[in-house]
Structures are given as C-alpha cells and as structure tokens.
C-alpha cells in the first residue's frame, strides 16, 4: 500500500496478511470519521490486492477502540446524522469478500465492539473487555450492538449489556461465543496473524465462499442458507483447488493452491 494514513498503521505481513492498526493513542482510538475513513480505505486495498489472503484489524494494548469520537459526535442535530445517514459507511466493512479478523486487547466499546462484531471473528487478548455503554451518554448502539451481541451471545445477555452498559471480560466473552479464541494479551497480534497467515493459504475462493456463507446464515433462513451453501459446494467443484486440495490428500501432502 502507498498511502500514508493519519489514524491507522497499514502493513503487509508473512506476505499475504494486510495488518491495519488502529491508531489514535490518545484518544482510546476513539473511532472518529477521519479514522474510519482510512480503515475503509485501507481494508479496501487490501480486498483488491491479489497478494492478500486475508486482513487483521487490532488497536494498542490498552485499547481497541473505546466507541466512536465523543468529542466529534457530542453537539451533533439530529438533521445531520439522518441526512448523513451517521455512520452508515461502516458498513462497508462487512462487504469485504477476503476474511477480516479482530485482534482485540483492551477496551472494545461501544463503536468499538460493534467494528469488531462486522469482522468475521474476534480474537481476544487475556484482557480485553467488551462493552455497549451508549446508555451511559443517553443513546444506543448504531452499527449493530443490538442486533450482532444478540446474535452473538443471546437475547438477555445482550439485553443486559446495552441498558446496564456494564462491560464483560474476554473470558465471559468466550464462554458466551461473542469470542473465537483468547491468547496471552502480548501474543495477540502475532497469533492473529499467524491466524491469518493459515488462512491466507488456503484456496481463496473457498475461503470467500464459507465466509459468504456464514454470513448469509445470520440473514436468511435456513433452508436458503442451505441451498446456498449447496450450490457454493457444487461451484468449487468447478476450481483448480478443489482438484488439487483432493489430490494432494490421496498423495499425502500439502496441497498448493493457486486461487484458481
Ligand atoms: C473520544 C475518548 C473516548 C471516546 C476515551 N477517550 N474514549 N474520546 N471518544 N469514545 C479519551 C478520553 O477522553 C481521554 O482523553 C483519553 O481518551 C483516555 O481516556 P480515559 O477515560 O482517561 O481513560 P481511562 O480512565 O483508562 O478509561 C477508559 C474508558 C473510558 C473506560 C474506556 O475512556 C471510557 O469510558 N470511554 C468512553 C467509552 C464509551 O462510552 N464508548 C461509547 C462511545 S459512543 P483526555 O484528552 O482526557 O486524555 C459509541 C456510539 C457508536 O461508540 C455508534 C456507532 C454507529
């Protein structure tokens, strides 16, 4: 990547992993729109680069973000953020085809929380802590901390969560399926990418396929999702990695994928 961002820090690791950290130290990572934009932007890149198997998004020890910004929100009218539409460019981060993972240590909140809900999984530093604490500043969540955390993890947790605003720690984030997986907080984004890096060598189009398939079982109904997912199937039928995945396990080695 060749842009220079004021908010996040963009690398490409072990060669097919598109790193972005959040980066706005003082702030928590408080995600402003300057932030988000280069986020959007930087994930955007990475989706159309070739070389990329898959993406990793994380924060700071302290923090993976703390909400959106405050300060920029606090005197905003109700005609702006409806004529704006406030916030409804993040979801752009959930049309990403490639996997993008949540490496999340520290504070996860509001905003936050609900970035790393559009990712396709987390994974959690021993200490992070997850939250919906909008009730606290008099509103709601607005980008989906009402509808994935209950998907996630239940109607009455999440329910409890969001008019408590009390925050839960990555175990009970674990147990309760919101987190995929915890590591030692300073292993995080090395397991994450490494992770990633797993990922990334697997054959791209079925890797994009079980991610859109997935994602499809939190929209529609089961029988769609499974006639979905049975046409998927049969599609792959129709790639250069599906004969070679097959191949290589009667040969008894590591199948080489090429993306075809
Ligand atoms: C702007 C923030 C911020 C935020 C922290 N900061 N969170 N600035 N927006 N969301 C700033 C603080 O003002 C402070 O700046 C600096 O970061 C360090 O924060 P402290 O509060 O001093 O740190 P600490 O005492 O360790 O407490 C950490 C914390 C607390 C518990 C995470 O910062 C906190 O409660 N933050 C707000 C969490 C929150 O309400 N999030 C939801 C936001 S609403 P200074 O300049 O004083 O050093 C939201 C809506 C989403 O996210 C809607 C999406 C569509």
């Excluded at 606090?74 to 949540?102: C, Q, V």
């Excluded at 990712?119 to 969540?141: H, R, S, V, Y």
Aim: charged share 25%; with cysteine.
């Amino acid at each position: 990547t060749t842009k220079a961002y004021e908010n996040i820090q963009v690398e490409v690791l072990q060669d097919n992993v598109g790193l972005i950290r959040l980066h706005r130290p003082k702030a928590l990572n408080a995600l402003s729109d300057a932030l988000f934009a280069d986020l959007i932007h930087a994930a955007k890149e990475f989706e159309q680069n070739d070389a990329i198997g898959c993406m990793v998004v994380t924060g700071s020890t302290k923090a993976f973000a703390a909400g959106a910004d405050i300060s920029e929100m606090k005197d905003r009218t109700f005609d702006h953020t409806y004529s704006k539409n406030m916030f409804s460019e993040w979801a752009d981060i959930t049309k990403l085809g490639k996997p993008i993972i949540a490496a999340v240590n520290g504070f996860c909140l509001g905003g936050g929380c609900e970035l790393a809900m559009m990712c396709d999984f987390i994974l959690a530093g021993d200490k992070a802590k997850f939250g919906q604490p909008e009730i606290n500043l008099g509103i709601i969540p607005g980008a989906g901390g009402t509808q994935r955390l209950t998907r996630a993890i239940g109607k009455s947790k999440a329910m409890y969560l969001c008019l408590t605003g009390e925050m839960i720690d990555a175990e009970t984030a674990y147990q309760n399926g919101l987190v995929a997986k915890i590591f030692p907080a300073d292993d995080l984004v090395d397991e994450a990418v490494k992770v990633a890096h797993t990922i990334a060598g697997k054959g791209r189009m079925s890797v994009m396929m079980a991610k859109e398939a997935v994602n499809a079982s939190q929209e529609i109904s089961l029988q769609e999702g499974l006639r979905l997912e049975r046409r998927f199937f049969q599609s792959l039928f129709a790639t250069h990695d599906q004969k070679e995945g097959m191949k290589a396990f009667l040969e008894k080695r590591t199948p080489a994928f090429t993306n075809k």
